[in-house]
């Protein structure tokens, strides 16, 4: 499926907003699908859940788009960190009790 010109987007969002919700969904379900691997696929889509959820947690758009940014810039982060060095991924913390980066806390209810 072929990303229409920005115009045509532009109206979509302002007129037809389900529409370009529904081809935001196909063009991700076709890059999903697209995956080499099932393992690909299976991280892909664990990507776009944890996506999706950042998007429905956010009070605006602006603030889930800020969000995905900051989870953009962890990730670039890390990969960095992983090529400059990686003997460091595989090194055991300090603290035993120290809680990891890649782990998410739920709130104490």
């Known amino acids: 499926m072929a990303l229409p010109e920005f115009d045509v987007l532009v109206e979509m969002a302002r007129h037809e907003p389900h529409k370009l919700e529904e081809l935001r969904s196909a063009l991700i379900r ?6 080499r691997t099932p393992k690909q696929q299976k991280r ?7 996506i999706d959820a950042e998007r429905e947690r956010s009070s605006s758009p602006l603030g889930a788009t800020i969000k995905l940014s900051e989870m ?10 992983s090529i400059v060095a990686p003997e460091q991924l595989t090194q055991p913390t300090d603290n035993p009790d120290e809680i ?10």
């Open 100 to 109: 990891p980066d890649n782990v998410i806390e739920f709130p104490r209810v």
């Open 30 to 35: 076709g890059v999903i699908d697209g995956a």
């Open 72 to 81: 953009m810039c962890e990730s670039l982060a890390q990969l960095q960190a």
């Open 44 to 50: 892909l889509k664990g990507l776009q859940f944890r």
